[in-house]
């Protein structure tokens, strides 16, 4: 899924977030906070459609399946090639070119899922720190706020 920034209104700060609540935790934390579920554009890419569509595919039972038959019908095989190792070179290319573009779509599928998560939990954080400030200690309040943008932080 690609990801750009809505236009926001000049009233607003960034994300949406009332200007105030924004730009307090920008100053206090020293990094931009990530963007946040309203401020991620809808768009998905091509490949990221075809990544999803090959994730629910392969993910299905009749798929494992396809892949026992696959094994079945390669077993017998060997009295047509009689050699093993041209028989065993062709299940290993089969499996190992399969492994490898099944291995990169998954990647891409699981990638987006994760950064769509973090965005949730981040508007989730960010609604506890626009609650009402009284209500939470100091403390649990900066631990809040560090708590925004650390899978960034964590994954340099």
Known sequence: ?????????ATAGPHGAPP???SDRESTSGHRPPLLPGSVDGRVSVFDRFADWTGRWVSRAWFFSFCVVLVVIWAPSILVLR???????VI???TTI????LVALVQNQSTRADA??????NALIEAALDQDPGVRS???RRQLD???GVERRESS
């Open 98 to 101: 399969i492994t490898f573009l």
């Open 138 to 140: 100091e403390t649990v």
């Open 20 to 22: 105030s609540a924004a």
């Open 92 to 94: 290993n290319t089969a």
């Open 1 to 9: 899924m690609t990801h750009s920034p809505r236009e926001e209104p």
């Open 116 to 121: 769509a998560i973090q965005q949730k939990l």
């Open 146 to 148: 560090e708590a925004i």
């Open 83 to 89: 050699n093993v190792d041209t028989w065993q070179l």
